[in-house]
Every structure is written in structure tokens, then in C-alpha cells.
């Protein structure tokens, strides 16, 4: 059997959609249609079913594909064996979300290219549950989080490990009467302006909401984005404040576009290495992961251990 097929499986599986399949895996949308339909033909079942808006995997396609990642995993693990005495080559994919893919991971990109110029790296923009389920179905092979720490109950198969802490701003515009306080801004305060915070399902966001509607005899008002960089230009333009990575707006502060807010003292937040609990991780996943706790801060004592 093509092993081919089964990538193309396991991409539909977990995308839940040809067409971002077929963006995946660099192929037309007709050739992941045909290679599904040979493979169903091959193995005698239905492995999807077709919907208006994607497909669905069946009930045989789901016991499927834990074999199908198996044989793939083995195949992995053979290539690696052949080119054991050579550099990282292959393809490794990292899930993150958009703090990290805009401000942190170019940087380690770039660095990868340099030292190791078979390995291509590519980047999924996921949130937590996402980055799970891209790690579970082998879409993604390595995964960051920004999460105080990931629940064994709600995510059973992945694994994480701390790889360093982004520090959190809090942010408004440079007219805002906040911007030129000297004294500590006390929560009070704070929930009585408009804040403007990246989507649920963000840690520091959340954790940062329910500190706001906590505070007594307060309703603050909340708006939530998808988008860093639409709550950031909210705050710039003086409809309210956020909460953001100092990395993701160094470049405002030191231009002026934006000024911080000296308030309570906010925690840093943890970037988790995540990794799926049973998948092997290859010679090339190992690289991007050394080069990871370089780029963070961590240096080479630090880099997490590898699974052989």
C-alpha cells in the first residue's frame, strides 16, 4: 500500500476538509479526492462522508486511523534509521497561536534554515484544542501553548513540558490619562475602562476577564477578537486598553503607538512544549525542538528530552 494514501487520510482526518487537505499536503484538491477514493477502494470501506460544508469520518475511518498513523510512524522511524549519520532532513509542522507565530517562531525559522537547510518547517496558527487535535491525528508535529498547564483530563494523549514564559502587558493609548500615572492603577480602576482581549480560549485573556468581573459593584465591558492585531488597534486608537505579550508590541511602545500601564502585578504566562504522549519524535522534530530552547531564552541545558 502507498503510504501516500494513508498521509492523505489522516491530513483529510484531521482537517475534516479537502481543500485545506489538498493546501496541506501541496496538492490539488482532484489528486487528496482521488487518493482518498483509491484508498477506500483499496481497503473496501467508506472512510468519509461527503457534506456540503467538508467531510466526516466514519466510523470504520476512525478505528482506521490510529493504524494508518502507526504505519506512518513506522515509516518515519525508517527514513530516520537510513539517515541516521546525516543532518535532520524531512518536514516538521509546529501548531501555535498568533503570539507566537508572528513574534517568536520567525526568528527560529530563519536560525533553522541556516543550520539546517533540508529541514522545512511550516506553521499552524491553532489554539490549544486545536493544537491537540493536530497533534493527536499527526497533522502537527510539535505544538506550543500559552497555558498555565494542560489538563491531563481534557487532553489525555499529549504530553507538555514548560519551555520558557512570555511576560504580559497591560496596554493603552499614549493619550490615555492611565499612560502617564506613576502610582500603581488598582484593579477598581481597571474594570471601569473598556478592555479589548483576544479570544476565549486564550489563557492570559481569560484569566485576565475573570479578574475584571470579579472586582465588586463593576460591569466591565468586555469585547473579544479573534485578532491580536484588531485589539490592538482598538487600544491605539484610544477606545480602551488589552492585555498583550510584550513581544507582540515592543515595536508600539518604542514608537509611541502604544504606552504601558503601570497596574497590579500581572504573571507571566507559560509556553508549554507539546507532543503527543505515543508518537516518536523524529531527528527533525528534535532539531526544531533544540533550536526552540535557544531562541527562548533557555540555551542547550535546558532543551527539553527528546522521545527516541
Known sequence: MDTRLLRTFTT????ASFTTAAAELHLAQSTVTAQVQTLEKELGTRLF????????????????LAEAEGVLDAESRLRAAAAADGPPVGRVV?????????????GVIAALRGLHPDLEVDLSPVGTAEAAEGLRTGRLDIALMLEEEVSPSDFPD?????????????????????????????WE?????????????CSYSDRLARRLLSTPGVRPRLTRFG????????????????????????????EGRLAEV???????VPVQLARHRRRWTSPAARA?????????????ESVPAARS
Open 12 to 15: 483529510v482526518a484531521g482537517t
Open 49 to 64: 462522508d461527503r457534506l456540503p460544508r467538508g467531510v466526516a469520518i466514519t466510523e470504520v475511518g476512525r478505528r482506521l
Open 94 to 106: 509546529i501548531g501555535a497561536g498568533e503570539t507566537l507565530c508572528s513574534a517568536r517562531l520567525p
Open 158 to 186: 499529549i504530553d507538555t513540558e514548560p519551555l520558557a514564559h512570555e511576560p504580559l502587558v497591560l496596554l493603552c493609548a499614549p493619550g490615555h490619562p492611565f499612560a502617564h500615572r506613576t502610582d500603581p492603577v488598582t
Open 189 to 201: 480602576e481597571l474594570a471601569q475602562e473598556p478592555f479589548f482581549l483576544h479570544e476565549q480560549g
Open 227 to 254: 485578532s491580536i492585531e484588531a485589539a490592538r488597534s482598538c487600544v491605539a486608537a484610544g477606545l480602551g486598553l488589552t492585555l498583550l505579550p510584550r513581544a507582540t508590541v515592543e515595536h508600539a511602545l518604542r
Open 262 to 268: 503601570t497596574g497590579p502585578p500581572i504573571p507571566d
Open 288 to 300: 526544531v525542538i533544540a533550536e526552540l530552547a535557544r531562541q527562548f531564552g533557555g540555551g542547550e
